[in-house]
T-cell receptor
């Protein structure tokens, strides 16, 4: 069965530092989808990115970048020049093509960016 | 474009009671998924509705049930509430069923005493 591990429970950085959030996944399916969501204190999950298993190109969106490595089953998320507004809980999630309505989330990483 | 909305925001119920939570999907979305998020944990998939039919279910007992209406809004019903049902219940909508970008509502915080 699919599984997502976010080993970092909490991370604290000072504004303008770069920070990487780790995500390791397990799946037996060859076709799957990986996601990152942000959950600010308001509680609403905000979609950040979706990546399918056949697309290993890294992606950059402003200060955000994602590193997908199938060889290590990892899909890490880096925030460059962090800002206080980046403070939130970040979730990595996985869904398999064979059961693609069931999105499995990791336990989340709480990021605190201090001014 | 109207986002996903949920009601109520907060709810307090007693063990054994029944509760109904509501979700209005984002405009143009025909798929709604429900998740339970216990404190300090990631969301867990309850079930998904696509065009008024259940389209997959997670590891939740039958006392968790749902409906989707012709306008694609949805309800989550929980019978015989237990203390462990206390959680944030999140609704998400998407354009298509399956592994597509899901847009989440703000959630309903349910407390069972």
């Amino acid at each position: 069965a699919q599984k997502v591990t976010q080993a970092q429970t909490e991370i604290s950085v000072v504004e303008k530092e770069d920070v990487t959030l780790d995500c390791v996944y397990e799946t037996r399916d060859t076709t799957y989808y990986l996601f990152w969501y942000k959950q600010p204190p308001s509680g609403e999950l905000v979609f950040l990115i979706r990546r399918n298993s056949f697309d290993e190109q890294n992606e950059i969106s402003g200060r955000y970048s994602w590193n997908f490595q199938k060889s290590t089953s990892s899909f890490n998320f880096t925030i460059t020049a962090s800002q206080v507004v980046d403070s939130a809980v970040y979730f990595c999630a996985l869904s398999e093509e064979a059961n693609n309505n069931d999105m499995r989330f990791g336990a989340g990483t709480r990021l605190t960016v201090k001014p | 474009e109207t986002g996903v909305t949920q009601s109520p925001t907060h709810l307090i119920k007693t063990r054994g009671q029944q509760v109904t939570l509501r979700c209005s999907s984002q405009s143009g979305h025909n798929t709604v998924s429900w998740y339970q998020q216990a404190l300090g944990q990631g969301p867990q998939f309850i079930f998904q509705y696509y065009r008024e039919e259940e389209n997959g279910r997670g590891n939740f007992p039958p006392r968790f049930s749902g409906l989707q209406f012709p306008n694609y809004s949805s309800e989550l019903n929980v019978n015989a509430l237990e203390l462990d049902d206390s959680a944030l219940y999140l609704c998400a909508s998407s354009v298509l069923a399956g592994s597509h970008e899901q847009y989440f509502g703000p959630g309903t915080r349910l407390t069972v005493t």
